[in-house]
């Protein structure tokens, strides 16, 4: 386990957001601790995955009440792999926390700078991107597979804060963990897209296979895209976790074979 991330059964959290920003929650769920079975066991809080409902909202309560983050406060996002990203407010509170129709639609991004309202998506692989600036209050966090990935959402993030008068280079990032370069590999059109995304000529995070096909390394495509919106390496921090490595903690959407669960990154200032 990461020095970055401390780990209680159900979820982890991070270390030094914990440490130096009073009242702020941040955290990843894990597998265990749930009540679901077969390939959800355990701790499934995706709703939209064909596990019982029931269980699915019994998990995320009992995410809510470890972390101090209630699920009455959570705002959930409907997810679609795109780079939109939406405000919210506490008239948003509850959305799509017990039913996934009431998410927030065709969102893979949220923000806020109020309290006591929890910004909520889910995981299986995808790269979750934690963002705070304690001054103003504002909080972000972002789905960001490839393509929410190649489409900047990380990018957009700052954009946003920096448009609602947040100064970007007090942001900090939190880049959660997911699929590692280890264990994801791509073909040859979404390396294209991923070569044409930075404005730099910098392949780095493609690793070139013998069979024609690359290992992409998204934490760290998603550090350069953070860079090119102009913020320095000390505003980004990196989990070391692969989801689908590491199974005893995580579900993995590649390594399951479609058919898991999912983990939820939750973020939000207490009162
Ligand atoms: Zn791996």
């Not at 596990?51 to 995320?60: A, Y």
């Not at 995070?205 to 934490?219: A, I, P, R, V």
Request: hydrophobic share 30%; aromatic share 8%; charged share 25%.
């Amino acid at each position: 386990m990461t020095m970055i991330l401390e780990s209680s059964e159900t979820f982890l959290s991070i270390k030094k957001w914990k440490e130096q920003i009073p009242g702020l929650a941040a955290i990843f769920s894990t597998r265990n601790g749930g009540s679901s079975r077969e390939g959800f066991s355990s701790l499934n809080t995706g709703l939209h995955v064909q596990d019982e409902p029931f269980n699915v909202i019994t998990n995320r309560n009992i995410v809510g009440a470890n972390a101090k983050a209630p699920l009455e406060e959570w705002v959930c996002a409907e997810q679609i792999h795109g780079s939109y990203i939406k405000e919210v407010d506490r008239t948003y509170k509850g959305r799509g926390s017990t039913n996934y129709q009431d998410s927030i639609k065709g969102s893979d991004g949220l923000w806020t700078c109020e309290s006591n309202v929890y910004l909520s998506l889910c995981f299986a692989d995808c790269v979750p991107l934690y963002f705070v600036e304690p001054n103003s209050r504002f909080i972000g966090l972002a789905h960001a597979g490839w393509k929410g990935t190649v489409q900047n959402i990380a990018g957009k993030m700052i954009q946003k804060a920096s448009e609602s008068g947040v100064d970007a280079s007090r942001i900090q990032v939190y880049i959660g963990p997911s699929i590692g370069k280890c264990c994801y590999e791509v073909d040859e059109t979404v390396a294209d897209q991923v070569k044409h995304c930075l404005n730099r000529e910098d392949h780095s995070s493609l690793t070139k296979k013998t069979n024609g096909k690359y290992n992409l390394d998204l934490k760290m495509l998603n550090k350069q895209l953070l860079e090119d919106s102009g913020l320095k390496k000390e505003q980004i921090t990196l989990a070391s976790n692969c989801t689908s490595c590491e199974e005893d903690l995580f579900f993995s959407h590649r390594r399951d074979f479609g058919k898991t669960g999912r983990m939820s990154a939750v973020i939000g200032w207490r009162e």
